[in-house]
């Protein structure tokens, strides 16, 4: 149905704006059999729901302002996050904006004191999280008695939340002949519980896609080893070099990690987590729209509600916990139409268990390597070609200064400057880790510079985890060599064996004794020392390379006190 069915001052709100045609969840909720209905909607992030509720509740709203003459609220919208709030306000301010509807939103972080103010002096539609609605109610300050829409945004986010007291006193509070709208990404029991006692003969609206979770994403799964996480993420950004992306961290201390790394390689970052306070989170979502950060680091709850239109690279630097994480995240990106990626960083141990998220996602995902530095330039230097061919309007200064610097150079030496000075300040690639090479049964093939090596053994072996994905780094970092320095690997039962050159025999040693703690539960702790050539004999290590052996589910358990090890990232 096109949008010329609504009131005139809606429509024309959504001319002006550049809508010519409801996205499907819009069309949805203006349907005959919709209208004045509860409604049960699940619909994907970006996939213009705001809108969607606000045309939903638009022809009862404005008549009901015409009769009303109390400055209770007519409607209320319910959302997990104060971003998700704003953004919610900022849409249905100018979608409403020619009726005069007055709104007031109520988010935690914010003067209360200006919220009840506001309250007081009387508002149509009230927006809100959860904590600061209840507060509000409490007090007296929020009168719900004159309610007709209740609007609940993303509701399985708030249940996941630990809101559902605050849900049921607001929504006890409110007319029994209101309509209620209650919008979320996904439909699990709790929500569905939740629904039935709050709603009357609802209409289930899904516009989710059967095949797909998202079909203006590009999905990508990267395998890496664990210590090669952050180098891998750095490569990816590099790579893609997109006008804005978003790197989702499971932790707030990962968030500073990570956004640390990041400065400190010269990348123009901002991020978001739980310690940081309200100033702090809109000082870096306006340098994000404005340009002067390009990423955001964040938690996923911290990055509820952020909507901007240039995100078009999402990074989940740690695996979502579940599809509908999965989902909740890669959203930021693709959004009204636009196209975007989303890229999961999967330890090698982890493969099994994304592909699994996966299907359950209903996700296809390419499974490509981690780009090269060389790749990385390559696409640096066609960016860079691109950039400088464009046509540009020069003024009658601007040319007077380029022909006084083609006195004194050549052209190709004003382009060679041109060039450095465009690349000044771009962070390096990464090398990445490869794979060890791995000795099954057989002896393995020799290598150059392994003609003449020495042994040394591990005090872990298959029984504590041990696997040569995780090895071939630890053996880097304690010893200081690279991964051509590392020859055979052959893992027992309670040990492990491997080849270094002769050649580098002295300087290995005298890293691995600077970077021993004895009894440390991490990796410094694991004791290496020279040994024997290993007994002869069948070694697991090419099923544990191939996934299939007991240790392929994870990195390293400490011998004795089966302590797993934190990779460091």
Same mark, same amino acid.
């Given at each position: 149905?096109?949008?010329?069915?609504?009131?005139?001052?809606?429509?024309?709100?959504?001319?002006?704006?550049?809508?010519?045609?409801?996205?499907?969840?819009?069309a949805?909720?203006?349907?005959?059999?919709?209208?004045?209905?509860?409604?049960?909607?699940?619909?994907?992030?970006?996939?213009?729901?705001?809108?969607?509720?606000?045309?939903?509740? !638009?022809?009862?709203?404005?008549?009901?302002? &015409?009769? /009303? %003459?109390?400055?209770?609220?007519? *409607? #209320?919208? $319910?959302?997990?996050?104060?971003?998700?709030a704003?953004?919610?306000?900022?849409?249905?301010?100018?979608?409403?904006?020619?009726?005069?509807?007055?709104?007031?939103?109520?988010?935690?972080g914010?003067?209360?004191v200006?919220?009840?103010?506001?309250?007081?002096?009387?508002t149509?539609?009230?927006?809100?999280?959860?904590?600061?609605?209840?507060?509000?109610?409490?007090?007296?300050?929020?009168d719900?008695?004159s309610?007709?829409?209740?609007?609940?945004?993303?509701?399985?986010?708030?249940?996941?939340?630990?809101?559902?007291?605050?849900?049921?006193?607001?929504l006890?509070?409110?007319?029994?002949?209101?309509?209620?709208?209650?919008?979320? !990404?996904?439909?699990?029991?709790?929500?569905? &519980?939740? /629904? %039935?006692?709050?709603?009357?003969? *609802? #209409?289930? $609206?899904?516009?989710?896609?059967?095949?797909?979770?998202?079909?203006?994403?590009?999905?990508?799964?990267?395998?890496?080893?664990?210590?090669?996480?952050?180098?891998?993420?750095?490569?990816?950004?590099?790579?893609?070099?997109?006008?804005?992306a978003?790197?989702?961290?499971?932790?707030?201390?990962?968030?500073?990690?990570?956004?640390a790394?990041?400065?400190?390689?010269?990348?123009?970052?901002?991020?978001l987590?739980?310690?940081?306070?309200?100033?702090?989170?809109?000082?870096?979502?306006?340098a994000?729209?404005?340009?002067?950060?390009?990423?955001?680091?964040?938690t996923?709850?911290?990055?509820?509600?952020?909507d901007?239109?240039?995100?078009?690279?999402?990074?989940?630097?740690?695996?979502?916990?579940?599809?509908?994480?999965?989902?909740?995240?890669?959203?930021?990106?693709?959004?009204?139409?636009?196209?975007?990626?989303?890229?999961l960083?999967?330890?090698?141990?982890?493969?099994?268990?994304?592909?699994?998220?996966?299907?359950d996602?209903?996700?296809?995902?390419?499974?490509?390597?981690?780009?090269?530095?060389?790749?990385?330039?390559?696409?640096?230097?066609?960016?860079?070609?691109?950039?400088?061919?464009?046509?540009?309007?020069?003024?009658?200064?601007?040319?007077?200064?380029?022909?006084?610097?083609?006195?004194?150079?050549?052209p190709?030496?004003v382009?060679?400057?041109?060039?450095?000075?465009?690349?000044?300040?771009?962070?390096?690639?990464?090398?990445l880790?490869?794979?060890?090479?791995?000795?099954?049964?057989?002896?393995?093939?020799?290598r150059?510079?392994?003609?003449?090596?020495?042994?040394?053994?591990?005090?872990?072996g298959?029984?504590?985890?041990?696997?040569?994905?995780?090895?071939?780094?630890?053996?880097?970092?304690r010893?200081?060599?690279?991964?051509?320095?590392?020859?055979?690997?052959?893992?027992?039962?309670n040990?492990?064996?491997?080849?270094?050159?002769?050649?580098?025999?002295?300087?290995?040693r005298?890293?691995?004794?600077?970077?021993?703690?004895?009894?440390?539960?991490?990796?410094?702790?694991?004791?290496?020392?020279?040994?024997?050539?290993?007994?002869?004999?069948?070694?697991?290590?090419?099923?544990?390379?191939?996934?299939?052996?007991?240790?392929?589910?994870?990195?390293?358990?400490?011998?004795?006190n089966?302590?797993?090890?934190k990779p460091?990232?």
């Amino acid at each position: 149905m096109p949008f010329s069915s609504l009131p005139p001052l809606i429509a024309a709100a959504l001319a002006e704006q550049g809508y010519r045609e409801p996205t499907p969840v819009q069309a949805a909720v203006l349907a005959p059999e919709a209208l004045a209905r509860d409604l049960l909607v699940s619909a994907q992030t970006g996939s213009g729901k705001t809108v969607a509720f606000g045309i939903a509740m !638009a022809d009862r709203l404005l008549a009901t302002m &015409a009769e /009303a %003459r109390g400055r209770a609220p007519l *409607a #209320l919208v $319910i959302a997990p996050t104060r971003e998700l709030a704003l953004q919610v306000s900022r849409e249905l301010m100018w979608l409403f904006a020619k009726t005069g509807a007055r709104i007031t939103t109520c988010v935690g972080g914010m003067d209360a004191v200006k919220e009840r103010r506001a309250l007081a002096q009387g508002t149509q539609i009230v927006v809100g999280t959860p904590g600061r609605l209840r507060d509000h109610l409490e007090r007296g300050a929020l009168d719900l008695s004159s309610l007709g829409h209740v609007v609940l945004d993303e509701a399985d986010e708030m249940l996941d939340m630990g809101f559902r007291e605050d849900l049921e006193e607001i929504l006890e509070a409110t007319p029994a002949e209101r309509s209620t709208l209650l919008f979320s !990404a996904t439909m699990p029991k709790p929500i569905v &519980a939740l /629904a %039935r006692r709050y709603q009357r003969d *609802a #209409l289930r $609206i899904s516009t989710v896609g059967d095949n797909s979770g998202h079909g203006d994403i590009d999905y990508q799964a990267v395998a890496v080893s664990p210590a090669d996480i952050e180098n891998a993420v750095i490569n990816l950004v590099r790579f893609h070099e997109a006008e804005t992306a978003i790197l989702f961290c499971a932790t707030r201390d990962n968030v500073r990690h990570l956004h640390a790394s990041l400065i400190e390689r010269g990348f123009a970052a901002v991020a978001l987590s739980g310690e940081h306070s309200q100033s702090e989170r809109n000082n870096a979502l306006q340098a994000l729209r404005d340009g002067r950060a390009r990423i955001c680091v964040a938690t996923d709850v911290a990055a509820r509600g952020i909507d901007i239109p240039s995100l078009s690279l999402v990074i989940h630097v740690e695996v979502p916990r579940d599809a509908e994480v999965l989902q909740h995240r890669s959203g930021r990106t693709g959004r009204a139409g636009r196209k975007g990626i989303a890229v999961l960083v999967v330890p090698y141990p982890r493969r099994r268990r994304v592909e699994g998220m996966l299907r359950d996602a209903r996700v296809s995902a390419s499974w490509v390597p981690v780009p090269s530095p060389e790749a990385i330039r390559d696409r640096d230097r066609e960016r860079l070609l691109a950039d400088l061919l464009q046509p540009v309007e020069a003024s009658d200064a601007d040319r007077a200064i380029a022909e006084r610097i083609l006195e004194t150079l050549s052209p190709v030496d004003v382009a060679v400057a041109l060039i450095h000075a465009r690349r000044r300040g771009t962070p390096e690639p990464e090398e990445l880790i490869e794979a060890a090479p791995i000795e099954g049964g057989n002896r393995p093939e020799r290598r150059a510079g392994f003609d003449d090596v020495a042994w040394f053994r591990m005090d872990i072996g298959r029984r504590q985890n041990a696997d040569p994905r995780w090895i071939l780094p630890l053996l880097c970092r304690r010893g200081h060599i690279t991964r051509n320095e590392i020859g055979a690997i052959r893992i027992a039962a309670n040990e492990t064996y491997f080849q270094v050159p002769r050649a580098v025999e002295a300087k290995f040693r005298a890293a691995l004794k600077r970077t021993l703690i004895p009894g440390a539960e991490d990796e410094s702790g694991i004791t290496i020392e020279a040994s024997a050539e290993p007994p002869s004999g069948p070694h697991p290590a090419r099923d544990n390379a191939n996934g299939r052996g007991r240790g392929a589910g994870g990195p390293p358990l400490r011998k004795g006190n089966a302590t797993r090890l934190k990779p460091r990232h």
